[in-house]
Nanobody, 127 residues
Framework: QVRLVESGGGSVQAGGSLRLSCAAWGNTYNDICIGWFRQTPEKEREGVAAISTGDDSTYYADSVKGRFTISRDNAKNTVYLQMNNLKPEDTALYYC????????????????????WGQGTQVTVSS
């Protein structure tokens, strides 16, 4: 079991920055991916970025490469998503997730009924 709690969402203007945090409790010692999906009412949930707890490999959707950076602090059991140069199309509810195959974080929808999920945090980018 893994428990995830997100924080750090908010509202910014285009070009601004936000940092999301995901605190994780439970069995994160195995080699798993922890990262972020996002969803809007118009689109299905899609992977954004993830980091492997095994070797710190990172995975990004093409739409965020060069703008978003994922990292983790082992001492705090926390994963961070630094989001720079935000665009209105980044507006979404962002969910922290764990225990889902790493490849899904490259812009794909997650498999149904799998993994562990946080409650979500809203990111709104105005033009």
């Amino acid at each position: 079991q893994v428990r995830l709690v997100e924080s750090g969402g908010g509202s910014v203007q285009a070009g601004g920055s936000l940092r999301l945090s995901c605190a994780a409790w439970g069995n994160t010692y195995n080699d798993i991916c922890i990262g972020w999906f996002r969803q809007t009412p118009e689109k299905e949930r899609e992977g954004v970025a993830a980091i492997s707890t095994g070797d710190d490999s990172t995975y990004y959707a093409d739409s965020v490469k060069g703008r978003f950076t994922i990292s983790r602090d082992n001492a705090k059991n926390t994963v961070y998503l630094q989001m720079n140069n935000l665009k209105p199309e980044d507006t979404a509810l962002y969910y922290c997730a764990a225990g889902i195959g790493c490849r899904y974080y490259r812009g794909y929808a997650p498999p149904r009924n799998t993994g562990f999920w946080g409650q979500g945090t809203q990111v709104t980018v105005s033009s």
